[in-house]
């Protein structure tokens, strides 16, 4: 009987490949006959799994919740300890803030500082950008119908963009920072040395007028310093990006290139600009000088 075992085993192992290769190719030519009776086959079989299936799955469901559940809870626990922390640290802000506010009243009416005027602003749509070479600016659809008025400070949430150079009824021409016409007072912040940044229709405008043996270097933020009365002091401008040549060069806060909104920002400092001096045509020159002509004559 033991030699005879393995001798059954290897024949029934020979016997089982070429049944399980035919009863393969008995389902295939089924399935090829007659579909309908697949399908319902495999309906059968999909209806009676189909509630052993769900109620296998009412355990594993469940465990997910109490996962989730769980999961919750501590994060509910430490958005809570965040918040106390929170809390606290704005608490003793608050405190601060009050205590500061206390004494700038108090110095306010021991100096009579005279409170600083209102600022109103506008936002208005660059509709027009003038990239040429020689000119940096862009026109703006806001006009004096709106309250633009000449010499107004055009700022975005970064920094300075420029000033309101132009001003129609419906639309107005900014200056950018970068144009070879603009010249903005600027301290370099920490030394507090004062310089002048002037624009040369590059990307970067330069600085001008430091002291000798100024002590720039790259990386110092640039904001307005307030002469002039163009600008009110410490508006962001940019950062000195190089040092090439001796000049410095200011990377503006501002992608002056992508700007779509400007806010233009009325400090109360317009009337400091000389006003521009109207052009007279010169058909009414050659007419007063007529008329000044016959003046003459009947005076004769």
Known sequence: MNRLSPLRRTNLQRVTFPLLVLLSV??????????VMLESLRTAVADAAAPVLEILSRPLSAFADLATRAR???SVYQD???LAEENERLMGWQQAALKL?????QLRELLKLTPEPTVSYLTARVVANSGGAYVRSVMVYAGSENGVARGQ???TGDGLVGRVSEVGSRAARVLLVTDLNSRVPVVVEGSQQRALLAGDNSERPYLRYLDTGTAIRIG???????????????????????LEGGTPRVEPYVEL????????????LADA?????PLVPRGSRRGERSGDGQGQQSRR
């Open 220 to 242: 110092d933020r640039i904001v307005t310093s307030g002469q002039g009365g163009v600008f009110p002091p410490g508006l962001p401008v940019g950062v000195v990006a190089s």
């Open 26 to 35: 008995i389902m295939i030519i089924l399935g090829k006959a007659d579909q």
């Open 153 to 155: 400070a055009a700022i």
């Open 101 to 105: 506010a206390f004494e700038n009243s």
């Open 80 to 82: 809570n300890d965040r």
């Open 273 to 277: 600009l000389p006003k521009p001096v």
């Open 257 to 268: 290139s992508r700007v779509g909104y400007i806010r233009i920002v009325d400090y109360g």
């Open 72 to 74: 919750r809870l501590v």
